[in-house]
């Protein structure tokens, strides 16, 4: 985990005072009254962590312009959250999943907040034993530790108030006429461009922790996409034809996240399910629920405040959906 250290923190804070302008080895260490020699060990550091800094034995060192890496301190700087993207960050380059490395942390102890988040999967996982298609650098795949005291029974409104974070950034951030499918897809034109992966872990009648992942299609050009999502999936990129910062959009989303789940911790989903349902076309709609025990096909009547789908089939008989899959 990337702690904050003094001095590396003030050796980037000189290096991104001076981006695009060499400064020296000599300045560094007598600002800092330190050796050489730890100037270089932080430098060094640095770059594991992804920074790109050239060095010369003249001219001392150089901050290139990084690249939108979603490194620990690029998403903290400027955020306004109290924790979510503030305290605990695991970056990594390459990574099996996120969602899997944070729950890792988190039956160690992970405190609530810690977020983990990865340049690429190459074991991203959705719903349902699924596997979530991660193109390396080009999105955001994120997981939050979350230690709500709440029951297990009221979880799954977890999922539904992270969607309405993510669907807020990207129509705030991109402009992207963007919606939510229940219960955890964020689609454009029927083709989706971010997804959920809520899991939970319980003691008896209360949760443990809840390991809540996204991942969003940013840069993702269209003809990247393997061939069975190519015609649904889609990405930021792939929609306005311009690349977007990763770092501006987790932070918004981390942002709405903290603001939503406080409501989330107080109201349950009741106090958000107003804005939830502002954000789907769904409702009136005719659609097919695929579930284990088959499929129910109806119109859809409305998300009540347990998040649960109700459904009016062509009988008239209601039926209430807590889980599966929607086909429109
Ligand atoms: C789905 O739509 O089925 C859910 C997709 C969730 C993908 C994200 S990417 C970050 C996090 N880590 C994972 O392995 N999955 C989630």
Known sequence: MI????????????????????????????????SRAAVNKHIKKLRQEGYTIES??????????????????EIREGLDTGIFGKTDILHLKETDS??????????????????????????????????????PGLGIYSSLILRPAISPTEAPGITLMTAVAAVEAIIALTGIPASIKWPNDIMVKNRKIAGILTE???????????????GINVNTPADAFPS????????????????????????????NFEIHYETFKKEGFPGIR?????????????VTVRKVAGEITGEVVDVDHE?????????????????????L
């Open 56 to 73: 010369s034995t003249k001219k001392g060192y150089l901050l290139k312009t990084f690249a939108d890496l979603l490194l620990a301190d």
């Open 200 to 214: 939970i872990s319980t003691e008896m009648d209360s949760v443990d922790f809840i390991i809540v992942g996204i």
């Open 274 to 286: 107003e804005k939830w349902k502002s954000f789907t076309e769904i409702i009136g709609k005719k």
């Open 3 to 34: 702690k904050s250290t003094g001095t590396r923190d003030n050796i980037l804070f000189y290096l991104k005072k001076n981006k695009g302008i060499w400064i020296s080895g000599e300045t560094l260490s007598s600002r800092l009254n330190i």
């Open 307 to 327: 998040g649960v789908l109700i459904i009016q089939d062509g009988n008239g008989e209601v039926h209430r959906i807590f889980s599966g899959d929607l086909l």
């Open 98 to 135: 996120t969602n899997v490395q944070a729950k890792i942390l988190a039956a160690e102890g992970g405190p609530e907040g810690t977020l983990v988040v990865a340049e690429n999967q190459h074991s991203g996982r959705g719903r349902k034993g699924r596997t979530w298609f991660s193109s």
């Open 228 to 255: 069975d999502i190519k015609k649904i999936a889609t990405s930021v990129y792939a929609e306005t034809g311009k690349r977007f910062p990763r770092v501006k959009m987790l932070q918004t989303y981390l942002r």
